[in-house]
């Protein structure tokens, strides 16, 4: 833990000192709360062809549901955010400072890892905050109601953000140059992966799942990625676990990936 | 386990280092004591930031051992230094203490040592060069290491900076820290270590105190006259001839310890024409340095003479 704490001060000092660092969290803040709001604003507007959706998504408990799935998206600038300090990290050749001042290579990783932590509990957070205050907002159904699948969905949100910022950082430690890693990134999040989740002609579940629902772009078009955790919950079934199993690939296929690709920058 | 404890400071035994089949470190061992400053010195290429990336940490994966005394963690400066740009020096400093998890330290005793205390709220980005370097230096003194690597620390710096530098090494080592060097400026390696590892193509050619490496070398001999490749070319024939250097209007001749001025000019009015004087030459860190590195190219085109023989 002692360790952690260092690495996270580390950090620490490093971001709260930057102006990008400042630049990112205004976009995201912005963002964060502007699309709920702007989605919110709809809700009432009688052209919009999702009415009947919008009438119940901010009333409690469905809000939870609502801003846990919008948030994801302004999360993704969180994600550019870890390729910039990656590849900042690379690029000037600030790790070396760490490593012969007696880092090792795994503590680099951890480091980065521990801001993907910190930024995927804000954005789980800023998702509950947002959900009160719209569901204060809105008013129209039974006053603060929270279901266990509420919370769980939470939780889900967490990990799965934290998924897609470990993705980005593969883009970042693969890529190396800040402005590459990002352009290709949007790239492969905007069309890349869904032409290839759609392409590739694998069976359901497996077209959907392996190569898209857990890729970021797909995973907010398809909501029930949420659902990843009904199996532990409910019962398990062969088509749940396929997206439980595929979700967890992912994410331990990036972490060992990360650990790799550091290792090869010596 | 290729680290362990060590009686001396640190002792480094047979380390090697294999890049895409070929080592480019191949079998370097030294000891370092207490005080010691050890310079290291070769022609780019020879190994040097590799060696002593090794021993920062840098680099992991190598042959041999590192034996430290109470595995204490060594001050680095290697390459250019690397601090963040929109840091503070001080930042930068707490930085590094951050890293290295120290708690206990003081910005402004660090850099009243190298110099720059003044410039302690000032952006890295907006360093001079030299300033930078002795920000490195602090940087590497944080948690009063026994032993700091300083890898071409001089380089870039104009002569003030250079000898301000050399009074900073000569400041901390009397406090009683070790330091191993890089330079290219043999000059400067001469005035401020007392010993010397020189590398060339990986391989140590040589490791010792500055009297051991000046006294290694045989007799010595100033040629004047024309010195053509054809002179030279006749010259590598002499027997007793260990080395040589070609200048521009001279060359200076190593020969064998058992033989002396007389020989040389009874061997070169026998073989070549006349028209040379052999005078004593009184030798220069640089001398000595191109001498042994030719002395060990002469050796080695030797041994694959005759092993094609």
Known sequence: MRKLRWLLWTEWLILS??????????????????????????????????????????????????IGVLELLPAQILSLFIIYIVCQDLEHKTYRLRLINGSNRIDLFLSKFIVIIVLSFLITLNAFLNSLIFGYLEMSSSFFSIRFKDVVLFIVLAIQSAGFMLYAMLFGLFFKKAGLAIMLFLVWFGAVERVIAQTINFNYPFQLYPLGSCLPGKAIEDRTILDIFRPILININSYESVKWFSAFFWIILSIYLCNFLFKKFE | ?????????????????????????????????????????????????????????????????????????????????????????????????????????????????????????????????????????????????????????????????????????????????????????????????????????????????????????????????????RFFKKLSKMPFLKSYLQKKDYSIVEIDGKYSAEDVDKWIINNLSSGYSVVEHTLILEDVFLLIIKRFELNYAQTKMASLD
């Open chain 1, 17 to 66: 000192k930057s102006v990008v660092c400042v630049i990112f969290a205004i976009t995201w803040l912005t963002c964060a709360f502007g699309l709920p709001f702007i989605i919110y604003l709809q809700r009432n507007d009688p052209n919009n062809r999702f009415k009947t959706l919008l009438e119940e998504a901010f009333t409690f408990p469905t809000v939870f549901n609502t």
């Open chain 2, 1 to 229: 386990m290729r680290t362990s404890v060590s009686e001396s400071l640190l002792d480094v035994e047979n380390i090697k280092r294999k890049i895409a089949g070929q080592y480019v470190l191949k079998g370097i061992s030294f000891k370092l004591y207490d005080g010691d400053i050890l310079g290291i010195i070769g022609p780019n290429g020879s190994g040097k930031t590799t060696l002593l990336s090794i021993l920062s940490n840098l680099i992991t994966n190598y042959e041999g051992l590192i034996k430290k005394r109470n595995s204490f963690n060594i001050g680095t400066l290697i390459d250019s230094p690397t601090f963040y740009d929109h840091l503070t020096v001080k930042e930068n400093i707490k930085l590094v203490a951050h890293i290295k998890k120290i708690s206990d330290w003081n910005c402004h005793t660090l850099l009243e040592i190298v110099g720059i205390d003044e410039a302690i709220d000032k952006k890295y980005s907006q360093l001079s060069l030299g300033m930078k370097q002795r920000l490195g230096i602090a940087a590497s003194l944080l948690g009063n290491p026994p032993l700091i690597i300083l890898d071409e620390p001089t380089n870039g710096l104009d002569p003030a900076g250079v000898s301000d530098l050399r009074d900073i090494i000569r400041h901390i080592n009397s406090m009683g820290v070790s330091i191993i060097i890089t330079s290219h400026m043999l000059s400067e390696v001469s005035q401020a270590c007392n010993k010397i590892l020189i590398l060339y193509q990986g391989i140590s050619l040589f490791f010792g105190s500055i009297n051991d490496l000046f006294s290694s070398v045989g007799p010595v001999f100033k040629l004047s006259g024309n010195t053509s490749s």
